[in-house]
């Protein structure tokens, strides 16, 4: 099957998503077309099975802001016609899948009828899709989609909550490629470990994009907490408008020296397979696929108890949930798991277990399906 699969880039959870998700196609065999505007940051180039088609957007004085949504829309009928595409799947909102509306569109002009799925991922539904600006568009345009699918059964509950949805809403959750992630770390990664907690310290991480929802002062303010009691390090990966409030925030509990600011990685299983305990006490989470990516490397969770963050995190099993902003308890939670080697190796092996739920085994049969289903309907809608 030809795919087209529209994705951001970036380093956000959606643009992960899709890209593990074509490159896992790739693998089965289909052939996968990312069209974005810049190459993935999670796609290695030359791999078999797969395309990269840019969306140039058009530059003119007329303009006082590149209009991307038009530029998108002709490149997804361009890849369409001259790669012949059986269907197109777009990862988030906006404005994917209102150009891939528009495109199909204009395709059946040319006597090409081609269904699109939307996934949604989170904020374009909890945050930027609620804006007056776009909500008439984000509506209308998850309604006309042939399929749409979301991560987490909290984002389906708020996407009925908030548009005029009549569609179908299917949850098909995040995954991961569990042999992406170490358990027995190497020697690079004992090195590592060494350099971070050179007298066997407790190695507490938290990995984001360092955004407000995210709480990361929380994160701080919990490793203060367990310090007071055990000896331990924390390391924070990520970059984003709170990392400066952070750093002041580290400076005034004067843990700077014990925590390690990475910024962007490009990968963080390294990051995950050293640790001891991830911590994500956010606002809201659609799922928490940084949650997902700990519990897969052995590491137990720490999290607050909203959006899809308990579908994920299993409370009592794979971590702890506390609500949000409760940073004592999220200290006491932490402590619980962190109070000996024997409780610290039953947490992990849990963790690990119940991450095994969320393995792309069980979730790439899912969107297959989906494609099959579309692809092989008569009627045109």
């Known amino acids: ?21 074509g490159k896992a196609l790739a693998e089965k ?12 940051v999670k796609l290695d180039h030359f791999l078999p099975n797969i395309r990269y088609h840019e969306v140039r957007p058009f530059h003119y004085p007329l303009f006082d802001y590149q209009p991307y949504e038009l530029a998108l829309t002709s490149k997804l009928v361009d890849v369409t016609r001259y ?40 904020t374009d539904i909890t945050l930027v899709g609620k804006h007056p600006s776009f909500e008439p568009v984000i509506t209308f345009s998850i309604n006309e989609s042939d399929a749409v699918t979301v991560v987490s059964e909290s984002l389906k509950k708020n996407t009925f909550r908030h ?7 299917e949850v098909i959750p995040n995954f991961v490629e569990h042999t992406h992630y170490c358990h027995d770390p190497r ?7 060494q350099a971070v907690a050179p007298n066997g310290e407790r190695i507490i991480s938290h990995v984001s994009n360092f955004r407000k929802v995210k709480r990361i002062e929380d994160v701080v303010r919990v490793f203060k907490k367990i310090r007071e009691k055990i000896p331990a390090k924390l390391i924070l990966a990520g970059d984003g408008p709170e990392r400066f409030k952070i750093e002041e925030l580290c400076k005034e509990l004067k843990v700077c020296k014990d925590v390690e600011m990475m910024g962007n990685v490009q990968t963080a299983s390294g990051i995950y397979c050293i640790s001891d305990l991830f911590i994500l006490p956010s606002q809201t989470e659609s799922f928490g696929l940084a949650a997902l990516e700990a519990l897969a490397s052995g590491v137990p969770v720490i999290s607050s108890n909203t959006g899809g963050l308990p579908e994920v995190n299993e409370h009592g099993v794979s971590g702890f949930l506390s609500n949000v902003g409760d940073v004592d308890d999220m200290a006491k939670n932490s402590l619980k798991i962190l109070a000996s080697n024997e ?16 393995s792309l085994k069980n979730v790439l049969p899912q969107y297959e399906a989906i494609y099959e289903r579309l692809t092989t309907k008569v009627v045109v809608k």
Do not use: W
């Open 1 to 21: 099957m030809k795919i087209g699969i529209v994705l951001y880039p970036t380093f956000g959870g959606s643009g992960i998503v899709a890209t593990e998700l």
């Open 163 to 169: 548009f005029a949805v009549t569609n179908e809403i």
């Open 187 to 193: 020697p690079d990664d004992l090195a590592r470990m």
């Open 29 to 40: 065999g289909h052939e996968i077309h990312f069209i974005s505007y810049n190459h993935p």
């Open 343 to 358: 409780t610290l190796a039953k947490y992990k092996k849990q963790a690990y277990e119940h991450s095994l739920k969320f």
């Open 83 to 122: 790669e012949n595409l059986d269907i197109l799947h777009c990862h988030y909102a906006i404005p994917h899948a209102s150009a891939a509306y528009f495109a199909k569109q204009i395709l059946k002009t040319h006597n090409i009828n081609i269904p699109f799925i939307t996934t949604l991922h989170g």
